[in-house]
């Protein structure tokens, strides 16, 4: 999955974080919700610890997750410095939105004029705590009190990811690679209800990391324009499915697969050859990934076992 892209500042607040809710449902996602378990579920909160309210409470959890905020407080510049806090050197804001009244005179049926309460909506820029430095504790939670290891981890598994050799992290609420910075950003295994879920996040994220220029250097934008990133979700998504028979994870996890690629039915509408191409990307990284997990060798022959059948 990769980083969300925020909107540009021209459109208005009501079109910003519309068009941002409409690229996550068209990514196969619901913004408000996700594979693993994050922070005691909170609404958003102010500075002064009371909840945003409405559609603030969507659009902060969806810039918090994008972000990778564990922290649920939202603050303005100048509140942060009141607090005796300081927003770090090139952090980015986002919005927060309300709704301010206003009276207006305008012409009545009998020729005079009358007051009407018109109401506008209005934006102001806000900072997540974990952008500031320097604030009370209390606006950097501890991680979830009685949180365990889930169940289903096993050493098999954790031998093949761990002999990839990719670069990963686990931190945050967020799972994604950044091809920049060649790296893979997990959540910490414990905010999982299954390890059967942190592997098959793991190996759609690992997919995509076989895309870099230093490995099979895919770049679809040639073959698919301005739905590249959808065709590489969409190879992601096939070469975890391959991953996931091939690794023995469980028939449930090919399901939700199966139903994340269904979000990609313009692109395939739009493009009769698409999903062959996207297969074949998926059949290459996948490959890629047995093979540097130690599952698939240049010697492997047909009658060797997979690691699902191995074990």
């Not at 559609?55 to 918090?64: D, E, K, Q, R």
């Not at 009998?110 to 102001?124: I, P, W």
Request: charged share 25%; hydrophobic share 40%; proline share 5%.
């Amino acid at each position: 999955m990769a980083k969300f892209k925020r909107a540009a500042c021209s459109r208005s607040p009501a079109q910003r974080i519309t068009d941002a809710i409409i690229e996550k449902l068209e990514q196969g996602t619901k913004p408000w919700i996700k594979p693993w378990r994050g922070q005691p579920v909170s609404r958003p909160l102010r500075a002064c610890g009371t909840p945003y309210r409405g559609m603030n409470t969507f659009w902060l959890w969806l810039m918090a997750d994008a972000a990778g905020y564990s922290s649920p407080y939202w603050m303005t510049y100048r509140q942060c410095q009141k607090l005796g806090g300081q927003v770090r050197k090139g952090e980015k804001s986002t919005i927060a939105i309300f709704y301010k009244t206003y009276e207006e005179e305008v012409d009545d049926a009998a020729g005079g004029t009358d007051t009407e309460t018109r109401r506008v909506l209005k934006a102001f820029a806000v900072f997540n705590a974990d952008q500031c430095d320097g604030l009370p504790a209390m606006y950097y939670p501890e991680p979830a009190i009685g949180l365990i290891e889930p169940a289903g981890r096993e050493e098999r598994l954790d031998g093949f990811f761990a002999n990839i050799g990719a670069s990963l992290r686990h931190q945050g609420c967020e799972a994604y690679y950044e091809p920049v910075a060649d790296r893979i950003t997990m959540p910490p295994n414990e905010l999982f209800d299954a390890y059967e879920q942190y592997y098959a996040t793991l190996a759609h994220e690992l997919s995509h990391w076989t895309g870099h220029s230093s490995r099979l250097d895919r770049n679809l934008k040639n073959r698919f324009g301005s739905e590249a990133y959808a065709a590489e979700e969409l190879v992601a998504e096939l070469s975890a499915a391959i991953l996931g028979a091939e690794l023995g994870l469980p028939v449930a996890h090919l399901d939700h697969h199966a139903s994340y690629i269904a979000a990609w039915l313009d692109l395939l509408k739009s493009d009769e050859r698409a999903i062959l191409t996207a297969a074949a990307k998926a059949e290459e990284a996948a490959s890629l990934l047995l093979r540097l997990g130690g599952v698939v060798t240049a010697e492997t022959t047909e009658d060797q076992p997979a690691l699902s059948e191995a074990a």
